[in-house]
């Protein structure tokens, strides 16, 4: 009995791999698909310029991205990412500029208040037993009114400190092959992307991440801290969201305490479109820059177009749907 336990549980495991990898290959697919017709259609979107423009909008929401993948494996959600990246900026424009303090010093108040801001999320859904939606809507809230608060409502500029454009708008590769002007905060992404992935499937941490979304009983049966694990997710979901901070303050090079609403949910919907499940165990960070990239060329793709910006916000949702909808179908034939 237990070998057909066994076998059936493989059986099933391999499926679900199949299946992410199925939905990660629609998406490039789809990706391909709108370069192509985005180029054909639109006059200068597939010049340089423009494809730069395009990476540097991917690589906010790319980040953003990666942190709601670890929550939603998890088998979570976070709707904080968007204002909790904006309060990391506006921390990092006060130690930096009315504080006068080195450029790591505000990296790491960057870093440190998006971990705490997830840690308190996370501790509220797993000691509070508060459902991850409302925990999260409630400090989307609280992210967005303090930074509010900590500003004084207005932006924090970053002049007293030159280098902080080098965080994003800025490219040193040009240095070494001339021309070649991809902006700094392109790496940064893949950078965190690949950190990400290697936490994801090669640690122990992953692995319990995985195992929380697919059966939290079940982990907790097995002598796992389920609730030590899921607040260590959520703060690192939030330290993640303040690279996106650091990265979207420098390409503005001020700290907007208005911006964030929003962007939680291109992040959202960058995760769901690479293959990553809304019911939790399985995803991959690959699949969610390869989402993000889709949110981004679509945007771009439609502006230049001449559609209005209010019909980017539809069109967004309908993917969502679409998105959850095909990965049930896939589940069920899983």
Same mark, same amino acid.
Do not use: H
């Given at each position: 009995?237990?070998?057909?336990?066994?076998?059936?549980?493989?059986?099933?495991?391999?499926?679900?791999?199949?299946?992410?990898?199925?939905?990660?290959?629609?998406?490039?697919?789809?990706?391909?698909?709108?370069?192509?017709?985005?180029?054909?259609?639109?006059?200068?979107?597939?010049?340089?310029?423009?494809?730069?423009?395009?990476?540097?909008?991917?690589?906010?929401?790319?980040?953003?991205?990666?942190?709601?993948?670890?929550?939603?494996?998890?088998?979570?959600?976070?709707? $904080?990412? =968007?204002?909790?990246? &904006?309060?990391?900026?506006?921390?990092?424009?006060?130690?930096?500029?009315?504080?006068?303090?080195?450029?790591?010093?505000?990296?790491?108040?960057?870093?440190?208040?998006?971990?705490?801001?997830?840690?308190?999320?996370?501790?509220?859904?797993?000691?509070?037993?508060?459902?991850?939606?409302?925990? &999260?809507?409630?400090?989307?809230?609280?992210?967005?009114?303090?930074?509010?608060?900590?500003?004084?409502?207005?932006?924090?500029?970053?002049?007293?400190?030159?280098?902080?454009?080098?965080?994003?708008?800025?490219? !040193?590769?040009?240095?070494?092959?001339?021309?070649?002007?991809?902006?700094?905060?392109?790496?940064?992404?893949?950078?965190?992307?690949?950190?990400?992935?290697?936490?994801?499937?090669?640690?122990?941490?992953?692995?319990?991440?995985? $195992?929380? =979304?697919?059966?939290?009983?079940?982990?907790?049966?097995?002598?796992?801290?389920?609730?030590?694990?899921?607040?260590? &997710?959520?703060?690192?979901?939030?330290?993640?969201?303040?690279?996106?901070?650091?990265?979207?303050?420098?390409?503005?090079? !001020?700290?907007?305490?208005?911006?964030?609403?929003?962007?939680?949910?291109?992040?959202?919907?960058?995760?769901?479109?690479?293959?990553? !499940?809304?019911?939790?165990?399985?995803?991959?960070?690959?699949?969610?820059?390869?989402?993000?990239?889709?949110?981004?060329?679509?945007?771009?793709?439609?502006?230049?177009?001449?559609?209005?910006?209010?019909?980017?916000?539809?069109?967004?949702?309908?993917?969502?749907?679409?998105?959850?909808?095909?990965?049930?179908?896939?589940?069920?034939?899983?």
């Amino acid at each position: 009995m237990t070998d057909i336990t066994l076998e059936q549980a493989g059986a099933k495991k391999s499926s679900l791999f199949s299946t992410a990898a199925l939905q990660k290959g629609v998406a490039f697919v789809v990706l391909i698909a709108l370069l192509a017709f985005f180029s054909i259609f639109t006059e200068n979107f597939a010049a340089w310029n423009n494809m730069v423009n395009i990476m540097q909008a991917t690589a906010v929401n790319g980040v953003l991205g990666v942190a709601v993948t670890f929550v939603i494996i998890s088998g979570g959600i976070d709707l $904080a990412v =968007g204002t909790m990246m &904006t309060l990391t900026a506006v921390m990092a424009g006060l130690v930096l500029t009315n504080l006068g303090m080195p450029l790591p010093v505000g990296i790491a108040a960057a870093l440190a208040s998006g971990g705490v801001m997830g840690l308190i999320s996370g501790s509220a859904i797993a000691k509070l037993k508060i459902p991850p939606f409302i925990a &999260t809507l409630g400090m989307m809230q609280i992210s967005r009114g303090l930074a509010l608060v900590f500003s004084g409502a207005k932006p924090i500029y970053f002049n007293s400190t030159p280098n902080y454009k080098y965080l994003s708008p800025e490219s !040193s590769i040009s240095s070494l092959i001339p021309g070649f002007e991809v902006p700094n905060g392109v790496f940064i992404m893949f950078g965190v992307a690949i950190a990400a992935s290697i936490v994801l499937n090669r640690s122990l941490f992953g692995r319990y991440i995985f $195992a929380l =979304g697919s059966n939290e009983e079940a982990a907790r049966l097995s002598g796992v801290n389920v609730d030590f694990w899921k607040i260590l &997710t959520y703060a690192l979901s939030g330290a993640i969201c303040g690279v996106a901070g650091l990265l979207i303050s420098s390409r503005l090079n !001020s700290a907007q305490p208005a911006l964030g609403l929003g962007y939680e949910l291109d992040a959202i919907a960058a995760v769901v479109i690479g293959g990553t !499940s809304l019911s939790g165990g399985r995803g991959t960070i690959l699949g969610t820059i390869i989402g993000a990239f889709i949110m981004s060329v679509l945007t771009n793709g439609l502006r230049s177009m001449g559609v209005q910006e209010e019909w980017k916000i539809v069109v967004t949702g309908v993917i969502i749907m679409v998105a959850v909808f095909v990965d049930i179908i896939l589940r069920r034939r899983a």
